[in-house]
């Protein structure tokens, strides 16, 4: 996004207001908003999982699955050596198989986005052209319990690093308490701090942390919320809270990026993140997302998994679809 696109995002989110983005506007706007029926909204996600594919659709599945996994590790006994061998596994999943997809990009601390950068080398950069991008978790994550001059120092360090995508965390506590002006201006501004030397911007995804917001509305509100105030993906956890991503609260925020695609015309990504370890889980995102904004979301720029366990369970799959039998848990590195 260059700084002309997010000067127009910003003017659209007025326009869309009807007034500046303090706590009265955005209230009434937020409440005006339908409530979620969550009984239809679980039968729905319930119907949607349901669904079976054709062996045929499923190798394609079990490829873009891969294609479309941020590999994380968030631990506080991460190290370059831990982060050179997890971009190792992105570029080469199954070292049996060289026609394995790598996966979209590696997610790590701040800190940890210069050995990153190092280890990818000539392979960073764009998932949608072959490379794999380094996402950066930001905003004192997961809690984001931070004054904003440090959250916004965080994101700056990591993008002036070489992060393509910061996940930030919203502050849960300012939006449960309506303070719904406080967390739009912390958004914009961890976008703004996003602007790299030349004028582009490392893209921006909201963390929710869904697991926290208590109702599907205050999830509905939250989405609309990091929409209009300049998010380009809405993600659903940090996979440090339970629950975290689950398929109801996913279908909910496609929802959202559908409707905003029907009165904008713009294209917000969506990534569900943690407790998604099973390729058969997996599909049934897959499923959700192709049925409720269509096939053209399933592509890096628009959707990914946040997982870590994922990738190894889709690699036996994908072994199982090829040799007819299940390999043992050894025939995958572990993350």
């Known amino acids: 996004m260059t700084g002309t696109q997010l000067a127009s995002a910003q003017e659209r989110a007025l326009a869309i207001l009807g007034g500046e983005p303090d706590d009265a506007t955005l209230r009434r706007y937020l409440h005006g908003i339908p409530g979620v029926d969550a009984v239809g909204l679980e039968q729905r996600a319930a119907s949607l999982g349901s669904r079976s594919i054709k062996t045929t659709s499923k190798a394609w599945a079990l490829d873009r699955i891969i294609s479309l996994i941020d590999l994380t590790t968030l631990e506080g006994a991460d190290t370059p050596g831990k982060v050179r061998s997890l971009v ?4 080469t999943p199954d070292a049996s198989d060289a026609e394995t997809p790598r996966v979209a990009a590696v997610c790590v601390y701040g800190d940890m986005v210069p050995a990153a950068v190092a280890a990818l080398g000539s392979a960073h950069g764009d998932p949608d052209d072959g490379l794999v991008s380094v996402a950066a978790v930001a905003t004192a994550f997961p809690s984001g319990r931070s004054s904003v001059a440090v959250k916004l120092q965080d994101t700056a360090e990591a993008v002036a690093a070489g992060a393509d995508e910061i996940d930030m965390v919203i502050d849960r506590g300012a939006f449960l308490a309506g303070r719904y002006g406080e967390v739009f201006d912390q958004i914009a501004r961890v976008k703004e701090a996003c602007r790299r030397p030349d004028g ?3 893209s921006l995804k909201v963390i929710l942390e869904t697991g926290e917001l208590n109702t599907y509305d205050n ?6 919320l990091s929409i209009l105030a300049g998010g380009d993906f809405i993600k659903t956890s940090t996979g440090k809270v339970a629950p975290a991503a689950t398929l109801p609260v996913t279908l909910l925020m496609l929802e959202v ?4 695609h029907r009165m904008t015309g713009g294209r917000i990504g969506v990534k569900p993140a ?3 370890r099973t390729s058969k889980d997996a599909i049934k ?3 959700t997302v ?3 904004v269509g096939e053209e979301w399933l592509q890096p720029h628009l959707f990914r998994f946040g997982a870590s366990s994922l990738l190894n369970d889709v690699l036996l799959q994908r072994q199982k679809l090829s040799t007819g039998h299940y390999s043992g848990a050894d025939y995958v590195t572990i993350d």
């Open 88 to 91: 190792a596994k992105a570029l």
């Open 219 to 224: 999830v509905r509100r939250a989405s609309w």
């Open 257 to 260: 990026v559908r409707d905003w």
């Open 285 to 287: 995102y897959l499923v």
């Open 274 to 276: 943690g407790g998604i």
């Open 200 to 202: 582009g911007y490392a």
């Open 290 to 292: 192709a049925e409720t």
